[in-house]
């Protein structure tokens, strides 16, 4: 067996932008010249993989959990949602959306899913969601 040097839970990792506001964000794992970063996603479909346990100032390490369908997770909300809603990225274009998570809009587009609600959510609650790697969806 050839897994060593691996390691499982939350990970210590140098932040690319500042993310001391975003504890409990989506993040996404970059790099800059071959140096692993992590950054908010920036598009629907970003491979956000990982949730900010805390953040820290551009440049220093940060702590970040992996998602997996092992472990719930709380993610901030924007709209609502009901249990059993799939969970998707919201549109990081709008300002104060960064990283946090939204119900599959019926808008054409594709999106990155993250999960599935476990409860009923409001808009800017740290709603609970099920990881779930179900990839892109495309809405037409």
Known sequence: MSQTNVQTGSVSMPCGADLT???DHLAVLSHSGGVPKMILPASLTAPALYVVLAGAPSGEN???HPL????????PLVGTCNPGDTLVIANPSVTGQPGKVCALPATAGTYR???IAEAKGISGQLILVRPANLGLITVA
């Open 21 to 23: 506001a975003h504890a």
């Open 62 to 64: 940060g702590d970040f």
């Open 68 to 75: 997996t369908p092992d472990r719930n997770v709380r993610l």
């Open 113 to 115: 899913a993250i999960g």
